[in-house]
């Protein structure tokens, strides 16, 4: 595997649900991202870890909750969600945070 | 604070005929201009960046860019069209100790 990947590709999931989202990047990188993007809105900035700390917050709900065990993986663990937040969320990372990132290919999610 | 705005959230072009996608910023002091390309369920692919060495930047699939101090901007432009051009682009911004910023993003449409 290359550069950033993600699993899974598409998520439904009820109200009720926990899942977890998951993000490897292949690029040696520290820096990791969460984005949401949603339709006819500009992609949000959700988490930021650097070196496996959570350096930003983007007043992001408690029902979504990051985790980064290392710096080459990054989750997200989803909980009693919403049908507003039926969204694609794309991971990025970066070779520290000022660095150029690099996307991998989204978790389009659908909450019911 | 940093911002984009990117003009026309939709653009239609003939095949062949020139692509010229706008991106104006705001920023205080030297910003870093970037463009992403984002196909159909896919993640965002860096097409370009600008990090204040030449002001005409080249990119992938024949793509550049020209950065414009005086007016702001940083548009895309791609002399001829391909049909597999269509896709959603998004101009982001960043400045030295932030975050990225993304404009609302343009969907070129090609005809053919």
């Known amino acids: 595997e290359t550069g950033v990947t993600q699993t899974p590709r598409h998520l439904v999931m009820g109200m009720t649900n926990k899942k977890s989202l998951k993000c490897e990047q292949h690029?040696?990188?520290?820096?990791m991202y969460w984005y949401k993007q949603s339709a006819k809105k500009p992609l949000e900035l959700m988490f930021v870890?650097?070196?496996?700390?959570?350096?930003e917050n983007n007043s992001v709900p408690s029902r979504f909750s990051p985790e980064c065990p290392n710096s080459s993986h990054l989750f997200l663990h989803l909980h009693t969600l919403q049908p507003e937040d039926s969204a694609l969320y794309l991971c990025a990372s970066s070779q520290d945070k000022v660095e150029t990132q690099y996307f991998g290919p989204g978790t389009r999610l659908l909450v019911l | 604070a940093q911002s984009v705005t990117q003009l026309g959230s939709h653009v239609s072009v003939s095949e062949g005929a020139l692509v010229l996608l706008r991106c104006n910023y705001s920023s205080s002091v030297p910003p870093y201009l970037f463009w992403y390309v984002q196909y159909p369920n896919q993640g965002l692919q860096l097409l370009l960046k600008?990090?204040?060495?030449?002001?005409l930047v080249k990119g992938i699939n024949g793509f550049e860019a020209e950065f414009k101090k005086s007016e702001t901007s940083f548009h895309l432009t791609k002399p001829s069209a391909h049909m597999s051009d269509a896709a959603e682009y998004f101009c982001?911004?960043?400045?030295?100790?932030?975050?990225?910023?993304f404009g609302g993003g343009t969907r070129l449409m090609v005809k053919p």
């Open positions: 690029l040696g990188h520290n820096a």
């Open positions: 600008y990090t204040s060495a030449a002001t």
């Open positions: 870890y650097n070196f496996k700390e959570q350096t």
């Open positions: 982001a911004v960043r400045v030295a100790g932030n975050m990225l910023t």
